[in-house]
Nanobody, 121 residues
Framework: VQLQASGGGLVQAGGSLRLSCAAS????????MGWFRQAPGKEREFVAV????????YFADSVKGRFTISRDNAKNTVYLQMISLKPEDTAVYHC???????????????WGQGTLVTVSS
């Protein structure tokens, strides 16, 4: 699976962004899709995951209530809607594909290149 993330940018605290991740190469609906982020000097961390048909969704506690994840299997795309952004949300956001719904980074087989989100205070 090839993954291409987009939609990052510079936004003020309290603002919103929607990230997209377009997939190609394999059957998109065979995979759970996750979002991870990596801030400078920190390890890559789990943000959210959605199961292959959207029936199960999980979030990191740090983004719960502010971020929404969704997918459109007809368009081979997964989205991350982010509202009430905080400076600590600043990171490179990566989408990834896994054979099952999981928060574990090591379980993801395919990764996109990432898109930078910068939240100014």
């Amino acid at each position: 699976v090839q993954l291409q993330a987009s939609g990052g940018g510079l936004v003020q605290a309290g603002g919103s962004l929607r990230l997209s991740c377009a997939a190609s190469g394999r059957t998109f609906s065979d995979y759970a899709m996750g979002w991870f982020r990596q801030a400078p000097g920190k390890e890559r961390e789990f943000v959210a995951v959605i199961s292959s048909y959207g029936g199960a969704i999980y979030f990191a506690d740090s983004v719960k209530g502010r971020f929404t994840i969704s997918r459109d299997n007809a368009k081979n795309t997964v989205y991350l809607q982010m509202i009430s952004l905080k400076p600590e949300d600043t990171a490179v956001y990566h989408c990834a594909a896994a054979p099952y719904t999981t928060r574990e980074r090591s379980s993801y087989d395919y990764w996109g290149q990432g898109t930078l989100v910068t939240v100014s205070s």
